[in-house]
C-alpha cells in the first residue's frame, strides 16, 4: 500500500512536470499564442463540452478572446488548440491550402469516425471518396431522392400522429434525418437493423461531445462501444451488398455504400485499387455524422423559428400551400424538384437561420507545418479550431448590406426578427401536406409541436 501511495504522489508530480514541460516550455521562444492548455489530458475539454451542451460555446470562446484577444491557445479534445476567431481568421483557415493547414480532426473524433474518413484523407484517395459522395450529393442525384424523401417523410409524420400525441421536434428530426440518411443515401431498408444503428450512433455522437477520457463509465467508453458495434454490423451489410452487386442486383448507382464499394482508384501502372472495409465503415460513419446533425438541427430550427414568428410562418405557409394548390390542378403526385424549386422565401428562411445558429458550431485543422498567423507562432502539429459565428455584429452586418447591394435588397430576402414567442403553434406540420394529407388537418390541429428553448443542449443530450 505505502509502495502505491509513494508512486502515486511521484507520479502526478512527474505528470504534470512533463505536460507543462511539454506544453509550455517545447515552444518557448515560438511566441505561441496566449491562453490555458487547462488540466494535463483533458486539458479544458470539459468546460468547453459543459458549454457546448448549454449552447454558451460562443460565450467560451468570447471569455477567452476577452482575455487573450482573437487568436489564443487552449487544449481541446486530446490536442494542443489554437482558437482563431473573427473575419480574417476565417479567411485564414478556408484559404489556407493542404501543405498548411489540413482538414484532420482532434485525435479522439479520429478514434470514433476512422482514420480512412473523409475529413482525414488526402490526394488521390480524399478524391476518390469525394467523387462517390458527390455524385451522389449533386442535383441531378437529389431530384431522384425527392419523391422518397417526401412519402418517407408524409409516412413518419402520419405515422407518429397515429401513436403520439405530442411530437417533441428534436427527436424526432434526429430520427427522421437518421432514417432519410440511412434509406436514401445508404440503401438501408432493415428497420431493426437502422433501429440499432441508431442506438449505436446516438451514444457515438455524445462522444463525439464528450471529455476524451477512454475510462469505465465515461460518454467516450461508450462511444468506442459503440463504434465497435457499429463496424461489426457495417461489415456485415457490406457482406451482403457485395453479393448483391456481383449478382447484379445493385450497382454503384444505387447509394452511396454500394457505391463506395465498387470505386476504384486508377493509378499509373493501370493497377486499380478499391476501398477496404475498414475505409468504406469509416466513411459510413463520418458521412453519417456528417449529415445527420447538421440536418436535423436545420430542421429543429426551422420548426422553432415557424413556431415563433407568425409573420415568417405566415409566408413560408403561403408559398407552401399556392405551391399544393398548383400541384392538386395538375397531379396528384409527390413533391417534384421543380415544386422544391418554387420554395424560394422557404429557402432564405432557412438560410436564414443557418447563418443566425449554424448548425456547425465549428471544426478544426491541423497544422502541417510551423505558421505564423497574427503575429503568433502556431506549431506544426496543433490544431486550429474556427468557429462559425451566428448573429454576425452591427459591423459586419453594415458590410453584409454593402455586399448585398451588388445580390439583391438583403431586406427584402430576409424574413422578420421573431415578435412572439408561443410555447407552440398547431399547424406547423401541415405545411408538409399534400392532398392526401388535407383530411388529416383537423387531427393535426389536436398535435402539439413542442418547440424547444435550447435546441442544440436537445441535440447534443439526445
Ligand atoms: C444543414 C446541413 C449541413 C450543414 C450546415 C453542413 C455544414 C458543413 C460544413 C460547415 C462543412 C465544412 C467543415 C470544415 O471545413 O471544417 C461541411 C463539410 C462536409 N459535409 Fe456538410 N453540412 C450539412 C449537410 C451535409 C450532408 C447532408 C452531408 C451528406 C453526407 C454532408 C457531408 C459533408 C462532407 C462529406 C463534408 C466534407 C467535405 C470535404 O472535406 O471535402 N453535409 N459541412
Redesign the pocket.
Known sequence: MLVLIVAVSFAFPAFFFYYYYYYGHEHHGKNVPPGSFGFPVIGESWSYVQALKEERGSEWIQKRVAMHGNVFKTSLMGSPTVIVTGRPSNKFV?SADDETLS?KQPPAVVMLAGKHN??ELTGPR?KLV?SV?LSF?KPEALQEYIGPMDSLVKNTVKHTMKVKDTIHIVPFMKKLTFNL?CSL?FGLHDEPTNEALFDDFSDLFKGLWSVPLNLPGTAFRRALRARSRIARRVVLIIKGRREKISEGVLSAKSDMLSGLLAVEEESTDSTSSTLSDEEIIDNFV??MV??HD??A??LSLLVWKLARDPEVYQKVSQEQTAIIKERHEKSKGELTWSEVQKMKYTWRVAQEM?RMI???FG???KAMKDINFGGYNIPKGWQPG?E?KGKPSVEARKTDGEDNKMSGKREEQEPPRQKTSPEEDVHLVSLALDSTMVKEKEKLKKVTIVTIRNVTKGIVDR
Do not use: C, G, Q
Request: positive net charge; without cysteine; charged residues 5%.
Open positions: 478556408f482538414v473523409i475529413f480524399y469525394k459522395v450529393l440518411t443515401l463520418a458521412l456528417a449529415s447538421t440536418t438541427i436545420l443557418m449554424p448548425p456547425v471544426n478544426f485543422r474556427w462559425a
